[in-house]
């Protein structure tokens, strides 16, 4: 248990950690890419390491070295799908960015791949990937419940030609398919159906696609064309940016205590939709200062508000908890899919945040919250969501303080938080 006692001011700048969701799939484009790509800022965390473990397994060749910038992996790209010569277990944790990823593209591959996780990941769906996967031809069996992991891939050939794929629950069902369809016989026409969910995530692959050589035509909103038979293409170095969601703790911090807070890594001109947490903080009051490469966040007299949060469903989880802190109720809505993550979080965070005194209200897809007249200190469970550990730090601005339970379970995504955030925080 972590006890964070009370903190009266945040301010300090913060190098973030990468991307957690662009070094995956620059890592996995890597892999199958023609020629050597030298990865730099990757992030070194539970998330990354399931990928790079895979892919070592699968048998492609890289090192790893830490540098001042970070992480550099180096990747001899393979010019093509993976190929092994009889079968292999692949342990992808929790990492929702592997496993989906991952089963697209071993569908295409050569092989026979038994892909396992954790607990949770056996609760968290894939059943829309893998009916539009075998509909191309792909040979996937389900090992435990039908429509989610763990999963047995026997590799084969994908025809390419039509799909349609179910993007209701989770975007990452769509990239996955997108990343993996260069691979198929030919060209592929891609049809989104349903409500779509988690919308940046997909532009996030057509941009990382692109910057590995292959030009996804976007017909329309739900339909794209992949070009098939084709390999990726080395970009020779790639920088992997701050990781966005990373950054709304330290943004949320200066937004309820700043002084000033920067994040550096992420910023105008960055790739990830949950940039545009920065945009929630100002409407809600805070002071917001951007660079190509930065955002500052100062103190505002905070206001509650109504907001639709589809689009940074991960960032959104730290609204939820600077919503303590402002003035008048907070209502996010249209993020039903929190319920398919790490746990179930809009269950997890009601529970949560009323142990502070506030009055939350679960919604199919949201949750009104009243902040209370006093914070109270809380023990907070995090249910191994690494997100709980870390969007409840903020209430080290109460003048009770908090207790984080298994605050260590910020390691599926940033192992340094807890130090980093220390570091902005001032009594
Ligand atoms: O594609 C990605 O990198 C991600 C997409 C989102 O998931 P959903 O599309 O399931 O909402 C997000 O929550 C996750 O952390 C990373
Ligand atoms: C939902 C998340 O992770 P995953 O990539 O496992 O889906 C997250 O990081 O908040």
Redesign the pocket.
């Known amino acids: 248990m972590l006890a964070l006692e009370y903190q009266s001011r945040a301010e300090g700048s913060v190098n973030l950690p990468g991307s ?1 969701s662009i070094a995956n799939r620059a890592l996995l484009l890597a892999a199958m890419a023609q020629g050597e790509t030298i990865l730099q800022s990757v992030l070194d965390s539970d ?1 990354t390491r399931h990928m790079r473990n895979a892919l070592r397994k699968l048998g492609v060749n890289y090192t790893e070295q830490h540098n001042a910038q970070g992480l550099e992996v180096r990747i001899q790209g393979r010019a093509g799908g993976f190929s092994i010569a009889d079968s292999a277990e692949l342990f992808l944790g ?4 592997a496993m989906r990823p991952l089963t697209a593209a071993l569908a295409a591959s050569q092989g026979i791949f038994r892909l396992t996780g954790e607990e949770r990941m056996y609760e968290r769906p894939i059943g829309p990937l893998v009916d539009a996967l075998r509909l191309l031809g792909a040979d996937i069996n389900y090992l435990q419940e039908a429509g989610y992991p763990p999963l047995l891939i026997h590799g084969a050939s994908l025809q390419g030609g039509r799909v349609s794929i179910d993007g209701s629950l989770s975007s ?1 069902f769509v990239s996955a398919l997108l990343m993996a369809l260069p691979l198929a016989n030919e060209d592929t026409v891609v049809e989104l159906t349903g409500d779509l969910v988690s919308l940046p995530y997909i532009q996030l692959t057509l941009d990382l696609m692109s910057r590995f050589g292959i030009q996804v035509q976007q017909v329309d909103t739900r339909h794209f064309i992949v070009p098939g038979k084709s390999s990726y293409q080395s970009p020779g170095e790639f920088v992997v940016e701050g990781d966005a ?1 990373s950054a709304s703790y330290f943004l949320a911090a200066g937004a309820i205590a700043g002084g000033t807070v920067t994040v550096k890594g992420t910023g105008l001109a960055s790739l990830q939709g949950d940039k545009a947490f920065a945009e929630i903080l100002e409407q809600m009051g805070a002071q917001v200062a951007w660079g190509q490469n930065h955002i500052s966040v100062s103190r505002g007299e905070l206001q509650g508000g109504h907001f639709d949060l589809n689009a940074i ?2 960032a959104a989880m730290t609204i939820a908890t600077t919503a303590l802190f402002a003035k008048g109720p907070t209502e996010i809505r249209n993020v039903y899919n929190w319920r398919l ?2 746990t179930d979080r809009l269950h997890a965070m009601a529970t949560e945040l009323r142990k502070t005194g506030a009055e939350v209200t679960e919604y199919d897809d949201g949750l009104r919250i009243v902040p209370p007249a006093v914070i109270q200190r809380a023990r907070v469970a995090t249910y191994n969501d ?2 709980m550990a870390m969007c409840f730090s903020l209430l080290t601005f109460a003048p009770a303080g908090v207790e984080i339970e298994d605050a260590q379970c910020c390691d ?2 940033y192992p340094e938080f807890f130090q980093d955030f220390s570091a902005i925080c001032h009594n």
């Open positions: 957690k998330d929790n990492a929702g960015t990452q969601s469903p991960d993550k790490e690494h997100r599926k995504t």
